[in-house]
């Protein structure tokens, strides 16, 4: 069996592996894309008595159903049983109105998915498209911004943090960005502003340019705000789209990464961020939920 073959022994063995401790920890049966239909459909995310997220505030970047539109994407993220998300600009344009984006905010709601954050939002080095960022935010009335500022912005950034009460998140973008490749050049770059400017780690950016995830989430947990979730294939993947999968099914230390989140009681959102399948992002966020479900039954108290 060589590494061209549709599932390998790796693979195999991993799973083997996982179904064997989930059953033992939690009695959990994990599925994924070939998961019966009827638990595709509205689920609760609870039994009596506890939860299997562990107290994380675990939801959905609306990026994985950027080709989806609105009412698919609050359809989907109710399949998966999660309560949280980050609303992405395809679903509410960065140039609506006040109305339009309370509007949207509202639709979630009544789904029973709470808005805990926007973006990625791309800004410039002037007012108007950061201050744009932040009424969109203040609208929507999510408390935390996820953002892509221009590196000499952070000073305007630092002045709308303030007269908004926003906080400001942001996000690494690997090894091809030219400035925030991973967390540690985000905090130099904040860590003389006001805190509510933090950081939104994506964990697979972060493990491509170097740094390792677990270690990041413990050592800037005073402005974590906000993650993104994820597994890669490869370390040394040059294309971040290519190099996304379903959780459990990457080379990422999941139990590693989730356990840090337990350690530092994170308070921010854990945005599963599926990239792989735009098209029809729902069954590998379904696998994802579920291997991410199990390996919390195993991790922490």
């Known amino acids: 069996m060589n590494a061209s073959t549709p599932r390998s022994r790796r693979d195999i063995v991993k799973a083997a592996i996982f179904a064997t401790s989930a059953f033992s920890c939690a009695g959990l049966s994990v599925f994924g894309a070939d998961a019966p239909k009827e638990l595709l459909g509205p689920v609760s995310t609870s039994t009596p008595g506890k939860d299997p997220l562990k107290g994380l505030k ?179 993947a040059k294309n971040a789209g290519i190099a996304e999968v379903e959780v459990g099914r990457g080379v990422l230390d999941i139990k590693g990464m989730l356990a840090a989140l337990l350690e530092i009681k994170y308070a921010g959102h854990v945005g599963f961020e599926h990239e792989k399948t735009a098209e029809n992002p729902l069954p590998g966020l379904a696998e994802s939920v579920g291997y991410t479900k199990g390996v919390l039954a195993c991790v922490g108290g």
């Open 58 to 236: 675990v939801g959905v970047a609306s990026y994985s159903f950027r080709k989806l539109p609105l009412e698919q994407t609050i359809a989907g993220i109710r399949r998966v049983g999660l309560q949280y998300v980050s609303i992405k600009d395809f679903h509410l344009p960065m140039k609506s109105t006040a109305d339009e984006r309370k509007k949207v905010a509202q639709q979630f709601k009544d789904a029973g998915i709470t808005p805990i954050s926007c973006g990625v939002i791309t800004t410039g080095n002037d007012e108007p498209s950061v201050r744009q960022a932040f009424e969109y935010a203040r609208d929507i009335g999510v408390p935390t911004i996820v953002g892509n500022p221009h590196p000499d912005s952070l000073a305007i950034v630092d002045k709308f943090v303030k007269q908004f009460d926003i906080r400001y998140a942001i996000h690494n973008h690997g090894p091809e960005s030219p400035h925030f490749k991973s967390p540690s050049d985000v905090w130099p770059a904040v860590e003389k502003f006001d805190p509510r400017i933090g950081l939104c780690i994506d964990v697979g950016h972060t493990a491509r340019a170097g740094t390792d995830p677990a270690g990041a989430i413990r050592k800037y947990k005073d402005r974590l705000y906000d993650v993104h979730f994820k597994d890669i294939a490869a370390l040394d």
